[in-house]
């Protein structure tokens, strides 16, 4: 019994995977616009029965895709924390672009698709929200406004740097980007940290 729960199991996912591999070719050949479900299992070479045991629609796979993308962000910046990130922001931006340069053609694709900016705001949105929440940081900020304000500056400017990077509106490696936005976000976080001390 067990053994034929991992096969089914093993099964799902195996469709599951071979539906969003099909699903990023056709973005890659159609954009995202105009990929209907049949296009989907036709390349794929699976059913439409198997296509909705995972997904409601063709957006839906797009969104799963974006969803899975932030959950990673969110663990790399966690498993860091966050409070270490504001001393040192290279570190925890480089994380972000070590993952986006995993798979990069796949990343500007997404980047570039039209659920990506409701996608990048999400983004922007929960990382806010993380450093907003964190236990380590908020007794060292006086003044929460304008900790908040320059939150989503400086996070709102490197998930707009990721959108012209992928359009390819910049020129320079991501690499340099965070490095260049790193010294003025912790000229700012020295300045703060002294103030709240």
């Known amino acids: 019994m067990e053994k034929t729960k991992k096969k089914t199991y093993r099964n799902f996912k195996r469709s599951e995977k071979a539906i969003i591999r099909a699903y990023v070719e056709l973005i890659q050949n159609k954009g995202d616009k105009r990929i209907t479900v049949t296009d989907i299992v036709e390349n794929a070479d699976l059913n439409r029965s198997t296509f909705y045991s995972h997904f409601k629609s063709a957006e839906d796979v797009g969104e799963k895709i974006r969803n899975d993308i932030v959950d990673e962000i969110i663990g790399k ?3 860091h924390r966050l409070s270490n990130s ?6 925890a931006m480089k994380h972000i672009i070590d993952f986006i340069e995993a798979d990069e053609e796949l ?3 997404l ?3 039209e659920g990506a900016y409701k996608f990048l705001k999400n983004l922007r949105d929960l990382i806010i929200n993380q450093y907003l929440s964190d236990e380590v940081i908020l007794p060292h900020i006086t003044d929460r406004d304008e900790f908040e304000m320059n939150l989503r500056l400086f996070i709102g400017g490197f998930v707009s740097v990721l959108e012209d990077w992928a ?6 490696s991501l690499d340099r980007c965070a490095r260049i936005m790193s010294d003025s976000i912790q000229a700012y976080i020295e300045k703060l940290f002294r103030i709240g001390q």
């Open 77 to 79: 910046l966690n498993e």
């Open 107 to 109: 990343y500007k694709m």
């Open 111 to 113: 980047l570039n698709t």
């Open 167 to 172: 359009s390819g509106n910049i020129k320079m």
């Open 86 to 91: 504001l001393e040192n922001p290279y570190q």
